[in-house]
């Protein structure tokens, strides 16, 4: 989840400046990067657990089978916040690969030691902007899933072109899809699912697997967060799609 810990900046607009294959200015990025405190257990996570869990940079294709030392399904998760959904899906979906991006440090600390604290053994984290690993490092049709769950809404009209799901970010992730592959969006802004839903519908290799708004997964949990709002009254929209 990208918020409230990490916010996108402006993927729509910046990842369609860039053709594929061509490297990125400095400037472009998809999230605002900002401070926050690693805590003592996060550091230690990261010298204990960072060498088998962290996944480098190098901007050639990855090599899943490399990368978790086996061949499963893989599913690219883009922002996760401090990782409790992804922790509590990974656990129930052991037979999933989880390729996760997050540029926060105390996010990516946070699920190191979830990972560590839980046993999970079937994530790897590159804290580096998604666009860039998805464009660089994401062979075409390799993805069995990619989860956007919770990012920051941009409310005010001026800004929602800083957007996460934009239809530039779309297109490039249904190419990385198998066929039958699934992009799986949820937020908590009915404004933004519906431009969510518009998007989505929009991108021809995509179908949704719904009418309108899809049923909220069993694996993804309510965290925290969603509670919150749920008892606040707001409402929450799951979005999922499958490559045609």
């Known amino acids: 989840m990208t918020r409230p810990d990490e916010t996108p900046e402006s993927p ?21 990067k900002r401070g926050g405190r690693t805590t ?8 204990t657990l960072g060498p088998q869990f962290l996944a480098s940079f190098t901007g050639q294709p990855i090599d899943f089978e ?18 409790e959904a992804t922790a509590h899906i990974a656990s129930g979906l052991p037979g999933t ?35 860039e690993v998805i464009d660089q490092m994401i062979p075409e049709a390799s993805l069995d899933g ?10 005010k009209k001026r800004h929602h072109k800083r957007r996460l799901v934009q239809p530039a970010l779309v297109a490039r992730l249904a190419r990385r899809l198998k066929p039958g592959g699934y992009l799986h969006c949820a937020t908590d802004w ?3 699912a519906q431009q969510i839903l518009e998007v989505l519908g929009a991108e021809p290799l995509l179908q949704n697997t719904a009418a309108d708004y899809a049923p909220r997964p069993a694996y993804r949990p309510l965290t925290k967060f969603e509670n919150r709002g749920l008892k606040l009254g707001h409402g929450v929209w799951d979005v999922v799609f499958t490559r045609r």
């Open 40 to 47: 003592t257990g996060q550091s230690k996570a990261f010298e």
């Open 97 to 131: 690969n989880f390729l996760c991006c997050e540029v926060h440090e105390p996010g990516v600390g946070a699920l190191l030691k979830r990972i560590g604290e839980q046993g999970i053994g079937n994530i790897r984290i590159l804290q580096h902007d998604a666009v």
């Open 190 to 192: 009915q404004p933004y």
């Open 12 to 32: 729509a607009a910046d990842a369609a400046a860039a053709p594929e294959g061509v490297p990125f200015p400095k400037a472009i990025r998809t999230f605002v």
């Open 146 to 155: 990619v989860h956007i769950f919770f990012p920051d809404p941009w409310h």
């Open 66 to 83: 490399k990368t978790f030392g086996r061949q499963a399904p893989t599913v690219l998760e883009i922002g996760f916040g401090m990782g």
